[in-house]
């Protein structure tokens, strides 16, 4: 059976840490690398937990606030530094033009490769890529601007992985997600703060196992915590009273489905 994993490279949120990087995972499937959000410095990471940034197909990114796009720039001049030629897709809002146009402008010719943008559809599920062993499925999420998950689907195992970052409680994302083998779901605030998460279209820890719950999954991690958070216990044991089967992502940690 083919390698299908997740690496976590930054499992932060938007204000910054000593503990925690701003958000980015690895998906792994047939020696191929996808990328899921992009937050500033996710270049360092890649190279601490020698994952193969040559090797990178695809940038997936669930939306446009800073904490999950600010490291596209120096990932995209890195791979540029390493001689990459392949053309590099990063599926996004289309509102991310904005930023890279600007950059791209600036790089000039002095880029190896060139930049394949792939705009999100916002309001529905749909399948964004697809290759022989893999499909890629977008979904809209509830927050503060344009939102997607991510659904990655192995075609012959079926094995199946969903990331949603960054989102309220939302309920009605339960079809796009059921019975997934592994969901990754954020868990920004603790109960005691239930109602500031309501506020910034955030969830809880507790409503991530409540959606996991409700979903089937086989396996909760949480993420994408505040910085208010010093240790992550309390956390997970709110979530784990809900879903048993939770985990804490933390940078480094590869879980394979």
């Not at 791979?79 to 599926?91: F, Q």
């Not at 499925?137 to 199946?160: A, C, I, M, Y």
């Not at 409680?169 to 998460?197: C, K, Q």
């Not at 997970?236 to 992502?249: G, K």
């Amino acid at each position: 059976m083919t390698r299908f994993n997740i690496t976590i490279l930054g499992c932060g949120s938007a204000m910054p840490t000593t503990l925690h990087n701003p958000p980015s995972q690895l998906v792994e499937l047939n020696e191929k690398l996808f990328m899921i959000d992009c937050g500033e410095g996710t270049k360092l990471p890649m190279r601490k937990y020698k994952t193969r940034i040559g090797k990178l197909q695809a940038l997936f990114i669930s939306h446009l606030h800073g904490d999950h796009i600010f490291g596209l720039p120096g990932l995209i001049s890195t791979l540029s530094m390493l001689g990459r030629t392949n053309d590099l897709h990063i599926y996004a809002h289309r509102e991310i033009e904005l930023m890279l146009k600007p950059l791209l402008i600036y790089m000039g010719q002095h880029l190896s490769f060139k930049i394949q943008l792939h705009p999100l559809n916002a309001g529905k599920k749909e399948v964004i890529y697809e290759n022989k062993t893999l499909r890629v499925s977008s979904f809209p999420l509830k927050h503060r601007v344009d939102t997607n998950g991510f659904l990655f689907e192995e075609k012959e195992t079926q094995r199946r992985y969903a990331y949603c970052s960054d989102t309220a409680y939302a309920p009605e994302i339960i079809p796009f997600i059921e019975g997934v083998d592994l969901l990754y779901h954020e868990a920004t605030f603790a109960e005691s703060e239930r109602n500031r998460a309501a506020e910034t279209y955030h969830s809880t820890a507790r409503q991530a196992a409540e959606i996991a719950a409700a979903a089937s999954v086989k396996k909760l991690l949480i993420g994408h915590y505040s910085s208010r958070y010093n240790e992550l216990e309390t956390l997970l044991h709110e979530a784990r009273a809900v879903f048993s089967n939770t985990d804490l992502a933390d940078e480094g940690k590869i879980v394979s489905l």
